[in-house]
C-alpha cells in the first residue's frame, strides 16, 4: 500500500470511529431525572425519632427543628413555631449526613469514555487546578449515593505528583455553586513510593495512565521542595509590586500550602511513605493530612507529635504484605483510636464513585473488629468533618450547623438500613435513582413474565 492510499485509509477508518463515538454519546442521556430541593420557606420539625447528634447521646423521642437551612434547636422538648411543617418520624432515627473523606463524585462518569472524566489535567505539577469547577451536577453518581444517606463528600482531583485542590460538596443542587460547602479543603499530592522504581505510586487508574516520570524518588522530592521555594520567591515579588512581575496562577495557587493555611493531602500507605511526608511538611512548615494510611499504627506517635490525622482510604482492602494479618485493614481504625491519632473512614480505594455509597459499611465492618458504634458513626460523620475544616458548619446534628440529614429506619451501620427522607440545607431532597428505577422495571418485567405463564 502507498503512502497516499494509507493515509487515505487512515483518515476513513478515523472517520468512522468517530462516527460511530458520536451516535454512541449521542444516545446517553447523562444527566439524572431528580430535581434539585427547592429553599426551606417554612421551619420544619421532626418529632418522635431517635436523634443521634453524634456531638453528644442519642436522644429518645427527641425532636429537632431547622429552619432556612440551618438547625434552631434540638432535644426532648423543642418549641415551634405555628407555621411549622410537622413530620412524625416515630420509631425512626435521624443522623447527620454521612461524609465521604474523599471520593471523586461528580468528576468522572463513565472510565471508558474521555468525554465524561474530568479527574484530571496534563502535567505533572497542576496546583492551580480546582475540582469545584469541574463537579457534574447531573451526574447519575450523585442520587445514587445520597440515597444511602452520604449527602457530604470531598472531590478531588487526580492524575499528577501535585494534583490541584480539593472541595468538600453536598450532594444536592443545579450548579456547582449550590453545592459546595468549602471550594478549597485540600491541595492533593500524592507521595514518592520509597524504594521503587517508579517515583510516584497512586491507587488512582487516572494517575497510571496520566503519569509522566523518569527518575528517582530523591528527585522527586526535589521537585516538590524547589516548588515550595519558588512559591516563596513568588510571593516576595508579588508583594513587592514590581512592572516587571508577571503572574504565574501554579505558583499563586500554592500560596496557601507554602503558607501553612491549607493542607497537603499526601496519598501515602506504606512507612516510609508516611514518615518522608510528615518530615517534609514539617521541613516546610506545611499542613499534612495522611490519605490511606495502611502503616499509620507504626508511626502514630510521629503523626500525634507533629497533628498529622488520618483519612484511612478504605476498610475493605486486601493486606499490603504476605505476612500481615488477614484483617490488618479491618482493625485499623480501633488500632488507631487507641493509639490516639486523629482518623476518619473513607471508602475511597473500593471506589471513587459509584461505590462511594457504600460508605456506612466500611464503618460497619470496623464495628465487627472492635470499633465502638458510636466512634464508627464519628469516624464517617464528625471526623471528617473536623479533618477537613468544616466541622463549624456539618457533621453533627448542633444548634446553629446545616440543616444536612436523613431519617432512616435503623442505624447506617446496620446493612438492612432504609434512607427515607433527607435534607441537605433544610432543602427536602429527592431519594429515588437510578438503580431503583432499574429495580422497578426488573420487577416489572418478572410479574409479565409470570402473567404470561
Given at each position: 500500500m502507498n503512502q497516499t492510499r494509507r493515509l487515505a485509509f487512515n483518515a476513513k477508518r478515523s472517520l468512522a470511529i468517530f462516527s460511530l463515538a458520536f451516535c454512541f454519546l449521542s444516545n446517553v442521556n447523562w444527566a439524572h431525572d431528580e430535581i434539585p430541593g427547592d429553599d426551606q420557606k417554612n421551619p420544619i420539625v421532626l418529632i418522635n425519632g431517635t436523634v443521634h447528634p453524634i456531638s453528644s447521646s442519642a436522644i429518645e423521642n427527641g425532636m429537632i427543628l431547622f429552619h432556612k437551612g440551618k438547625i434552631v434547636a434540638v432535644g426532648k422538648k423543642v418549641k415551634f413555631p405555628k407555621n411549622a411543617k410537622v413530620i412524625d418520624v416515630k420509631g425512626k432515627h435521624v443522623f447527620p449526613s454521612l461524609f465521604e473523606a474523599?471520593?471523586?463524585?461528580?468528576?468522572?462518569?463513565?472510565?471508558?469514555?474521555?468525554?465524561?472524566?474530568?479527574?484530571?489535567?496534563?502535567?505533572?505539577?497542576?496546583?492551580?487546578?480546582?475540582?469545584?469547577?469541574?463537579?457534574?451536577?447531573?451526574?447519575?453518581?450523585?442520587?445514587?449515593?445520597?440515597?444511602?444517606?452520604?449527602?457530604?463528600a470531598l472531590t478531588a482531583p487526580s492524575g499528577s505528583i501535585v494534583s490541584g485542590k480539593s472541595a468538600v460538596i453536598q450532594l444536592d443542587g443545579w450548579t456547582?455553586?449550590?453545592?459546595?460547602?468549602?471550594?478549597?479543603?485540600?491541595?492533593?499530592?500524592?507521595?514518592?513510593?520509597?524504594?521503587?522504581?517508579?517515583p510516584f505510586t497512586s491507587t488512582s487508574p487516572t494517575f497510571r495512565r496520566g503519569r509522566r516520570g523518569g527518575g528517582s524518588n530523591g528527585d522527586s522530592i526535589q521537585i516538590l521542595r524547589k516548588l515550595f521555594d519558588d512559591t516563596r520567591a513568588y510571593k516576595k515579588a508579588l508583594v513587592s509590586g514590581s512592572a516587571s512581575f508577571k503572574h504565574d496562577l501554579r505558583l499563586e495557587a500554592m500560596i496557601p500550602v507554602a503558607d501553612g493555611q491549607l493542607p497537603m493531602m499526601v496519598?501515602?500507605?506504606?512507612?516510609?511513605q508516611i514518615q518522608s511526608a510528615v518530615a517534609f511538611a514539617s521541613e516546610q512548615k506545611a499542613k499534612l493530612i495522611i490519605l490511606g494510611g495502611y502503616d499509620a499504627p507504626l508511626c502514630a506517635q510521629l503523626l500525634k507529635k507533629h497533628d498529622v490525622p488520618v483519612i484511612l482510604s478504605a476498610v475493605y482492602r486486601m493486606p499490603r504484605r504476605r505476612n500481615d494479618d488477614y484483617d490488618a485493614a479491618y482493625t485499623l481504625p480501633v488500632r488507631l483510636q487507641k493509639l490516639g491519632v486523629k482518623y476518619c473512614i473513607s471508602g475511597t480505594d473500593r471506589s471513587e464513585t459509584w461505590n462511594a455509597r457504600i460508605l456506612p459499611d466500611h464503618a460497619g465492618?470496623?464495628?465487627?473488629?472492635?470499633?465502638?458504634?458510636?466512634?464508627?458513626?464519628?469516624?464517617?460523620?464528625?471526623?471528617?468533618?473536623?479533618?477537613?475544616?468544616?466541622?463549624?458548619?456539618?457533621?453533627?446534628?448542633?444548634?446553629?450547623?446545616?440543616?444536612?440529614?436523613?431519617?432512616?429506619?435503623?442505624?447506617?451501620?446496620?446493612?438492612?438500613?432504609?434512607?427515607?427522607?433527607?435534607?441537605?440545607?433544610?432543602?427536602?431532597?429527592e431519594l429515588n435513582d437510578r438503580h431503583k428505577r432499574l429495580y422497578k422495571k426488573y420487577q416489572e418485567k418478572y410479574r409479565q413474565k409470570a402473567v404470561a405463564k
Amino acid at each position: 500500500m502507498n503512502q497516499t492510499r494509507r493515509l487515505a485509509f487512515n483518515a476513513k477508518r478515523s472517520l468512522a470511529i468517530f462516527s460511530l463515538a458520536f451516535c454512541f454519546l449521542s444516545n446517553v442521556n447523562w444527566a439524572h431525572d431528580e430535581i434539585p430541593g427547592d429553599d426551606q420557606k417554612n421551619p420544619i420539625v421532626l418529632i418522635n425519632g431517635t436523634v443521634h447528634p453524634i456531638s453528644s447521646s442519642a436522644i429518645e423521642n427527641g425532636m429537632i427543628l431547622f429552619h432556612k437551612g440551618k438547625i434552631v434547636a434540638v432535644g426532648k422538648k423543642v418549641k415551634f413555631p405555628k407555621n411549622a411543617k410537622v413530620i412524625d418520624v416515630k420509631g425512626k432515627h435521624v443522623f447527620p449526613s454521612l461524609f465521604e473523606a474523599h471520593s471523586q463524585i461528580g468528576l468522572i462518569e463513565i472510565g471508558a469514555v474521555r468525554s465524561t472524566d474530568d479527574r484530571s489535567e496534563i502535567g505533572l505539577i497542576n496546583p492551580n487546578v480546582k475540582a469545584q469547577v469541574a463537579v457534574n451536577p447531573d451526574s447519575e453518581v450523585i442520587p445514587v449515593t445520597r440515597s444511602n444517606g452520604v449527602l457530604l463528600a470531598l472531590t478531588a482531583p487526580s492524575g499528577s505528583i501535585v494534583s490541584g485542590k480539593s472541595a468538600v460538596i453536598q450532594l444536592d443542587g443545579w450548579t456547582y455553586e449550590d453545592m459546595t460547602v468549602k471550594g478549597v479543603a485540600a491541595m492533593n499530592v500524592v507521595w514518592p513510593s520509597v524504594g521503587s522504581a517508579i517515583p510516584f505510586t497512586s491507587t488512582s487508574p487516572t494517575f497510571r495512565r496520566g503519569r509522566r516520570g523518569g527518575g528517582s524518588n530523591g528527585d522527586s522530592i526535589q521537585i516538590l521542595r524547589k516548588l515550595f521555594d519558588d512559591t516563596r520567591a513568588y510571593k516576595k515579588a508579588l508583594v513587592s509590586g514590581s512592572a516587571s512581575f508577571k503572574h504565574d496562577l501554579r505558583l499563586e495557587a500554592m500560596i496557601p500550602v507554602a503558607d501553612g493555611q491549607l493542607p497537603m493531602m499526601v496519598e501515602a500507605n506504606d512507612l516510609q511513605q508516611i514518615q518522608s511526608a510528615v518530615a517534609f511538611a514539617s521541613e516546610q512548615k506545611a499542613k499534612l493530612i495522611i490519605l490511606g494510611g495502611y502503616d499509620a499504627p507504626l508511626c502514630a506517635q510521629l503523626l500525634k507529635k507533629h497533628d498529622v490525622p488520618v483519612i484511612l482510604s478504605a476498610v475493605y482492602r486486601m493486606p499490603r504484605r504476605r505476612n500481615d494479618d488477614y484483617d490488618a485493614a479491618y482493625t485499623l481504625p480501633v488500632r488507631l483510636q487507641k493509639l490516639g491519632v486523629k482518623y476518619c473512614i473513607s471508602g475511597t480505594d473500593r471506589s471513587e464513585t459509584w461505590n462511594a455509597r457504600i460508605l456506612p459499611d466500611h464503618a460497619g465492618t470496623a464495628v465487627a473488629y472492635g470499633l465502638e458504634k458510636d466512634e464508627a458513626l464519628k469516624a464517617i460523620t464528625l471526623y471528617p468533618a473536623q479533618i477537613l475544616g468544616v466541622d463549624k458548619q456539618v457533621g453533627s446534628l448542633d444548634v446553629g450547623k446545616d440543616a444536612t440529614l436523613f431519617v432512616s429506619t435503623a442505624s447506617p451501620l446496620n446493612i438492612a438500613n432504609q434512607v427515607e427522607v433527607a435534607f441537605v440545607q433544610g432543602r427536602h431532597v429527592e431519594l429515588n435513582d437510578r438503580h431503583k428505577r432499574l429495580y422497578k422495571k426488573y420487577q416489572e418485567k418478572y410479574r409479565q413474565k409470570a402473567v404470561a405463564k
